[in-house]
């Protein structure tokens, strides 16, 4: 109980820190860390782990956003209390009549070492390509009216010499896990930094965009209450510039069927998204699939435009576990 208190107190005293959404982000950041730390590659119980989630925000007003990522990482070398993961990240995010997009793919290294039986700190290192894209051809500026109607053989006079751009960016982390032994008690945090190297992603024009870094800190906690009943809490902070992105959220897994491979169980929990979004959200484990579906319901002031619609979220995670199907439900570690 007292490793889910610290996560949901870690989440609460940074309550006081500002709200604004910047770069990509996800309500199920849980279900998909290497996102926010290259750090997280290889944290989790098994030899690989597969996984994609889908995001579509706002769909009721007319500039709606759709974020999708895919992402593997599987453990490539172990020699005594030293482990080297690999990890591979693929993401993008379209928005827009212009379908401005963010797309990036890159590969992250994490190498992790035990600090005693059940705890394990790891390090780890990305780099990504990132390309920004805008179908100019979609939109109209008022230089393409004539005085009569709208006339797309006009030049625009804006300063878009390109409809993309390409960079480099650089990210580093860090991440630290413990297991309570025979029990289903355990914790993950980590820090991330991503655009270490202010990378310049522009599509023309005379003032061209360097990325700032952006920072990340992620945690979740499981503490085994009952038998079939675990505690969860998770917790999640991002700093890029003068934006911030706050999330805690706390909920129950209960397993339905804990029989030789029909090891099943269900998560519903609810996050908080400061200033911005109530999240509810539902994850179904059966084996070693686990499938997750949240919606924020919107409270900020954009709630007028929205009717309170935030948005869905879809995400599906997959597990190679190399152990006997009925030692999992005592053994496995949070994602």
């Not at 990378?199 to 952006?214: A, D, F, H, M």
């Not at 879809?314 to 152990?323: G, N, Q, S, T």
Request: glycine share 10%; with cysteine.
């Amino acid at each position: 109980m007292r490793i889910t208190l610290l996560i949901l107190l870690s989440g609460i005293m940074s309550s006081f820190w500002r709200l604004e959404a910047q770069d990509l982000h996800f309500s199920q950041f849980y279900l998909h860390p290497q996102h926010l730390s290259p750090a997280s590659a290889g944290a989790f119980q098994g030899s690989l782990r597969a996984s994609g989630i889908y995001r579509s925000q706002w769909r009721s007003v007319p500039v709606d956003y759709q974020t999708y990522g895919v992402a593997t990482d599987w453990k490539a070398k172990q020699r005594g209390k030293s482990l080297i993961s690999l990890g591979l990240l693929l993401q993008s995010d379209k928005a827009g009549d212009g379908r401005m997009s963010w797309a990036q793919g890159g590969l992250n290294l994490s190498a992790g070492h035990n600090l005693g039986a059940n705890s394990r700190l790891s390090v780890g290192l990305g780099a990504n390509a990132l390309q920004r894209s805008v179908d100019i051809s979609r939109l109209s500026f008022k230089n393409q009216w004539n005085g009569d109607n709208y006339d797309p053989n006009l030049a625009s006079g804006e300063p878009l010499a390109r409809s993309s751009g390409l960079a480099v960016s650089l990210s580093t982390g860090v991440h630290f896990a413990i297991q309570a032994p025979s029990s289903r008690t355990g914790l993950n945090l980590a820090i991330g930094g991503t655009h270490l190297n202010r990378p310049e992603l522009t599509l023309g024009g005379q003032n061209p965009l360097r990325l700032p870094v952006r920072w990340s800190f992620w945690g979740e906690g499981m503490y085994e209450w009952r038998e079939s009943t675990d505690l969860l809490a998770y917790t999640s902070l991002q700093s890029m510039q003068q934006a911030r992105e706050i999330v805690i959220g706390a909920g129950i897994r209960q397993f339905l069927t804990t029989g030789l491979a029909n090891v099943t169980a269900v998560r519903a929990s609810v996050g908080w998204r400061q200033g911005d979004a109530i999240i509810p959200a539902v994850q179904i484990e059966r084996n070693n699939w686990l499938a997750g579906f949240s919606y924020d319901l919107n409270i900020s002031g954009f709630k007028q435009a929205t009717r309170n619609r935030g948005g869905f979220e879809l995400a599906l995670v997959y597990r190679i576990v190399p152990v006997e199907v009925s030692k999992i439900v005592k053994c496995c570690p949070v994602f």
